[in-house]
């Protein structure tokens, strides 16, 4: 019998949680413990990692200024997450904790360096989701005037890898000796220079920090162009990508999996993780309510064309919200806009909104008890061919009830249809995503 289990993960940012509803938190989330007890809570639920994603500015792009989404507190304020990954990894002991870095941003000395610093500080647990960037004003916050196109970015994101996967080798795993007798404690010609140059990027080396328990992190991409899925086929331990109904998600997996094993690899190496925005509740009736709640709210519309704008640089003020959208690109995050805007369907603008986060109608309609939602996520994954999914939730402004509502209602009853491990077996998260 073949192992119907999937991995889950989760994605959320270092951002404002449920602030504003009667069963918001309440409390300020800028100290992390909320985050930390999210951790703990996922662990217990045995999920396979915790995905803190990162983005570099404060959009102005909705409406041409930044009120919408300061007002609604979207996508900012966003603290960094490297420090929230090591307070994360230090209040759990088995979730795989990964963190966004931009090859924009970061030199990838200081990267690499982060990265096996906090490799060790979570015992092997780390993990970094490879970004490029996707919007102007995050290059213009690092003395660009504007972000390089698509294909440039994965050319140099490119180099990037191989420069840094020849920092993390740059210490063999015995280098450190510790031999008291000798006096010595590493051995220096275990450790060497790299010194690389390429076209974008000069680095001596070697790094000057001991060997990661991983090695190297895992790495997590979400390449959506051919360009991104190449990249990810080649680099990626785990793909996030966007849930586009099954016949699009097993297209997208099937894609991935081919570019992986014409590049030499094992396709299963690969986990494909899609995202999911479950509603879960005690009775179908109850979890419908509650989704109409959401996107008959007022704010709601504003708030969901000031978040898909702030990810693919397009002001979605500027449309009709009773007609449809005309045919758009962007540099950014092309795959995004394509699940939001539906493209072909006749919808309008403002249907589009209402079905930002996965909805009604949608073919994958994760809205139910924990029951109904568990048994088709199954049929999903079923058909799928394989993988698991990425759980997030609207506007990823999440609250202690969201959490609980999947980790002790949702988890358990995938559980009892043996679609997820009910204990940890492995030690590392890379060993974690291959233990099925
Ligand atoms: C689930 C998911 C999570 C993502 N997280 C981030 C992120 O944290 N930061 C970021 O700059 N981009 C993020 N992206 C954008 C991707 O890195 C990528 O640019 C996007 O999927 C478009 O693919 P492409 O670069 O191949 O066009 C995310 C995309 C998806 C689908």
Known sequence: MTDKKFHLSWFMNFSPDEWD???????????????????KALERACFDYIMLEDTLMVSDIYG????????HALQVPKHDPMPLAALISAGTSKLGVVATMSTMAYPPFMLARLSSTLDHISGGRFGWNIVTSGEDSAAQNFGMEKLPPREQRYEMADEYVDLVCKLFDSWEPDAVVKDRERGIYADHTK????NFKGKYFRCRGPLNTVRSPQGRPVFVQAGGSPRGREFAARNADSIIATANGVAGMKAYRDDVRSRAAAAGRNPDDIKVLFLIYPIVAETK????????RMVSSPRYIERALASISTVTDIDFSQFDLDAELPKLTTNGEQGSLDKFAQWGSGKTLRQLASERFGGVPAEIELIGTPDTVAE????????????????SCPFQRVSRRFIA????????ALQRRGLMRTAYTQTTLRDTLREF
């Not at 041409?64 to 007002?71: E, I, V």
């Not at 009736?285 to 109409?292: D, I, L």
Request: hydrophobic share 40%.
């Open 21 to 39: 509803t009667p069963l918001g938190n309440g409390g300020s989330p800028w100290d992390g413990q909320f985050y930390v007890d999210m951790a």
């Open 64 to 71: 041409g200024d930044a009120a919408a989404t300061l007002k």
């Open 191 to 194: 450790i060497h220079p790299i």
């Open 285 to 292: 009736e109850e979890a419908y309510a509650k989704h109409h």
């Open 376 to 391: 088709r996520m199954g049929e999903v994954m079923e058909a799928v061919g394989g993988d698991g999914f990425l759980i």
């Open 405 to 412: 509502e999947i980790t002790e209602g949702l988890v358990p």
